[in-house]
């Protein structure tokens, strides 16, 4: 099965500075790499994501790159300012032979972005 | 714009008790995820449901079992409740005719095991 690496596990920032996460996954069928947010007490939330047929997407002080050659994909945070502060996950999606969409998620990374 | 809905959003329960999560998914939405998340952890896949069937499942323990309803909400129903269970419970909904796409969790329910 798929088996996704995200690092770093931990993350301080002043703020200002930027914020660069990255992710690792192993199986060539995964199409949809989403990043998800999540606050304390708060479920997962949807803040970027790109498929495998682009290499780059950003929105605003956020950006995420694509390599599938190397199966490697990261999140960029520029500007980073105190709300920020949260764990991300990364996670690679793909379709099973059933076109059930099948999600495996990064082990998170706790970023804290320092006043 | 309405969200996934889960409840109850804490839960204390004694061991070898029973506990029964609720998730109401976005309207129109018809596939239903259950994941488990325990502190510092990433979530963990339990189940999945797409128009009332089982579509996928994880790790989902025996003494564990869900369904979905016809009006798309579903239920995780956990029984023999042990103290390894304290976590948090999230649901998430998505449309199966786009394919791969985003997870719309919930809230999530913290269910703590005396």
């Known amino acids: 099965g798929e088996n996704v690496e995200q690092h770093p596990s931990t993350l301080s920032v002043q703020e200002g500075d930027s914020a660069v996460i990255k992710c690792t996954y192993s199986?060539?069928?995964?199409?949809?790499f989403p990043w998800y947010k999540q606050e304390l007490g708060k479920g997962p939330q949807l803040i970027i994501d790109?498929?495998?047929?682009?290499g780059e997407k950003k929105d605003q002080r956020i950006a995420v790159t694509l390599n599938k050659t190397a199966k490697h994909f990261s999140l960029h945070i520029t500007e980073t300012q105190p709300e920020d502060s949260a764990v991300y996950f990364c996670?690679?999606?793909?379709?099973?032979?059933?076109?059930?969409?099948?999600?495996?998620f990064g082990t998170g990374t706790k970023l804290q972005v320092i006043p | 714009a309405a969200g996934v809905i889960q409840s109850p959003r804490h839960l204390i329960k004694e061991k070898r008790e029973t506990a029964t999560l609720k998730c109401y998914p976005i309207?129109?939405?018809?596939?239903v995820y259950w994941y488990q998340q325990g502190p510092g952890q990433d979530p963990q896949f339990l189940i999945s449901?797409?128009?009332?069937?089982?579509?996928d499942k994880g790790s989902i323990p025996d003494r564990f079992s869900a369904q979905q309803f016809s009006d798309y909400h579903s239920e995780l129903n956990m029984s023999s409740l042990e103290l390894g269970d304290s976590a948090l419970y999230f649901c998430?909904?998505?449309?199966?005719?786009?394919?791969?796409?985003?997870?719309?969790f919930g809230n999530g329910t913290r269910l703590t095991v005396t």
């Open positions: 309207p129109r939405h018809d596939t």
């Open positions: 199986d060539s069928a995964s199409n949809y």
């Open positions: 449901f797409y128009e009332k069937m089982q579509s």
């Open positions: 996670a690679a999606s793909r379709t099973d032979s059933g076109g059930y969409q099948k999600v495996t």
């Open positions: 998430a909904s998505s449309l199966r005719d786009r394919g791969v796409s985003p997870l719309h």
């Open positions: 790109i498929r495998s047929n682009v």
